[in-house]
């Protein structure tokens, strides 16, 4: 009894598992569709054709039966097969019979060329057919997901940098790349075939079925055990699929970081160690993929297995029936002839449902992707900020990275124009703040507002559009100085780019290179020195033209003759505007309208610098540390 209920119980965890995959495979089905659904009528146009291409697959058999019989008979049983047809599709061949004229061998040459061309013109058609399925399918399928890949993108450019903090930037672009591909050879190839191949099989049993019904039935006795190997090896794709992109990415990830970083690895004679990391990874990568190829190839091959199986037991029935009762030659080379062009639909088919888990893993990845959330929303009704001449305030400011707390308490206030100065030991939060302020993130508690608005009710593009950084390690992308520095305000002229650029002080150094504006520097800048990349950044700011400035240690990387250059582009950079300046050397921030000392995430101090030097407190301690000398 205890069995019993135990063999029950299993059952229904077991068919509650089967329609939990269904369900997933329903909704995986149904969000992929909503990016063919734009190009649907192409799509369909391909399985359309995908229909007809099964079709002639029938037509085709029927006519090289047709012409075999005249060419060795002089006439066609194609009548007699028709009304001698199985009960269930009896009224059809009938209703077909009644209409087909009877068919005779032709008695001129230019008829029987015309029978002998029937069949390279059904060929012909059956090729056009297949032509148009393919290429409208994939049509389709390679602009729903340069979507997805757009949208992907899209989706990633406005989520928060908390995000990208705790992201791997290899698995992200594994995603965007190689997961989507995987997408792609499901629309492209495999929802044709999923309508295609099943046409053709039904298409070519009913027309084995209509000239050789008993063999017909004889020979498929062998396809519920194809059923078998599908399912067995449909688990093990599921789950090595699964591996495949993780491993891929981690791949991308590897190549990425050993790519950025390449300066490091050869200072430290890494090359040996990330070869035979990649090396590692790669092995892993082959080896679950090589599992997937052997989970769609063997139940593929024991398609043609059971195929043969099929053709010998029709042999076997032939050969115990009587002479009179054999079929004609021609007709049992039809119909073997018929036999084997089902079977390649039918591994395809087989093939199809392992691809389809294989999608559905890349695509769990793809769609949780776009399912994330941003944790800086914007507002319902956001409001107009108008950042010139407007105080900045922080008001009862926390904020904590994951577990750990990062500011505490913290109230402060920049008057329009201001230069402030935000000084402090690295880990104390100065950055931090910089970053509330563009709302990277969002406080835990208290808020910050800019001319009594705050930052939360005023929308992302809008805040940062005012606000102009420049940080130690500013990112140059690998395009000419003139598009670098356009990037401050994309649409400016030529002459509001030169004169961003003598302000910055970087003008003289352009014009001494071979292209002058139109110099490649390169990836990140790696052409230009640090000084120079640095007044590049300036001069984007500078371009900008915003109301408040934020320099986060924008010359703490330099030498001193590079930053003498710099500083004064800043300097020329900071008139009137409200600018917050975080600084180790104290040097820069000496003459500063206000110094913020921060300490463990709190404000311990603020005030000119005269006045802090006379409090002997932790400012004093800093300036001792550096000027001590």
């Known amino acids: 009894m205890a069995a019993t209920r135990a063999a029950g119980s299993k059952s229904r965890l077991s068919l509650c598992a089967a329609v939990a995959r269904i369900m997933t495979m329903i909704q995986f089905l149904r969000q992929l569709w909503g990016f063919v659904r734009p190009y649907r009528g192409r799509f369909f146009l391909g399985l359309l054709c995908g229909i007809f291409y099964g079709l002639t697959n029938g037509l085709l058999i029927a006519v090289v039966n047709v012409v075999m019989q005249l060419t060795f008979q002089g006439q066609t049983n194609l009548h007699k097969k028709l009304e001698q047809a199985p009960a269930w599709i009896r009224p059809f061949s009938q209703w077909l019979a009644e ?33 148009l399925s393919i290429y409208s399918t994939n049509w389709s399928a390679m602009r729903a997901i340069a979507d997805i890949r757009t949208k992907l993108f899209s989706h990633l450019q406005n989520l928060s940098l908390g995000f990208f903090s705790r992201a791997s930037t290899g698995d992200l672009i594994a995603r965007i790349t190689s997961d989507t591909q995987v997408l792609y050879n499901i629309v492209g190839g495999s929802f044709a075939s999923m309508v295609k191949d099943p046409v053709t099989i039904l298409c070519t049993l009913g027309v084995l079925l209509a000239i050789q019904p008993t063999l017909t039935l004889i020979s498929v006795i062998v396809f519920p055990m194809c059923i078998i190997p599908i399912v067995i090896y449909g688990r093990k794709v599921r789950k090595s699929a699964k591996a495949v992109q993780k491993h891929n990415a981690e791949l991308t990830n590897l190549m990425h970081e050993s790519f950025t970083g390449n300066r490091v690895i050869k200072a430290y004679n890494l090359e040996n160690t990330v070869i035979d990391q990649f090396r590692a990874t790669t092995q892993k990568y082959v080896g679950q993929l090589m599992r997937v190829i052997r989970s769609n190839e063997i139940p593929s091959q024991l398609m043609e297995l059971f195929g043969a199986m099929g053709i010998a037991l029709v042999f076997l029935y032939v050969l115990h029936l009587p002479q009179d009762q054999r079929p004609g030659s021609e007709d049992f080379i039809a119909f073997v002839g018929a036999i084997v062009l089902m079977y390649p639909p039918i591994k395809a088919l087989t093939r199809l449902h392992n691809q389809i888990h294989q999608a559905r893993a890349a695509s769990e990845r793809v769609f949780e992707l776009l399912a994330t959330q ?209 600084a180790h050397r104290l040097s820069t921030v000496l003459h500063a309208d206000v110094i913020v000392v921060l300490d463990q995430g709190k404000i311990v101090e603020s005030g000119r610098h005269d006045e802090l030097l006379k409090r002997g407190g932790v400012y004093q301690k800093l300036y001792d540390l550096q000027f001590a000398s």
Request: net charge neutral; with cysteine.
């Open 99 to 131: 209409r087909l004229p009877e068919i005779h061998a032709p008695t001129s040459p230019t008829g029987w060329v015309l029978v002998v061309c029937a069949i390279p013109g059904v060929m012909l058609l059956r090729n056009i057919l297949a032509y």
């Open 374 to 582: 941003n944790s800086i929303p914007e507002p319902v009704a956001p409001k107009m900020l108008h950042a010139d001449r407007a105080d900045i305030e922080f008001q009862s400011i926390d904020f904590n990275y994951g577990e750990k707390p990062v500011l505490r308490d913290i109230n402060l206030t920049v008057k329009a124009g201001q230069l402030v100065a935000l000084v402090g030991a690295s880990g104390s939060g100065k950055t931090t703040l910089a970053n509330l302020l563009l709302r990277f993130y969002d406080p835990a508690k208290g808020s910050i507002k800019i001319g009594g608005v705050d930052v939360r009710d005023v929308s992302t593009r809008d805040l940062r559009n005012q606000i102009a950084v420049v940080a130690q390690e500013n990112v140059l992308f690998n395009d000419t100085i003139r598009r670098n520095i356009e990037l401050g305000r994309i649409g400016a002229t030529n002459d509001e780019i030169i004169a961003a650029a003598k302000h910055a002080y970087a003008y003289e150094f352009i014009m001494q290179k071979e292209n002058g504006f139109d110099t490649v520097i390169g990836e990140k800048g790696v052409s230009l020195s640090g000084g120079q990349r640095q007044r590049l950044a300036i001069a984007r700011a500078v371009l900008k033209n915003a109301p408040i400035l934020v320099l986060d240690e924008a010359t703490s990387a330099l030498d001193t003759e590079s930053e003498r250059a710099v500083q004064a582009a800043l300097d020329e950079l900071m008139k009137g505007r409200t600018t917050i300046c975080i």
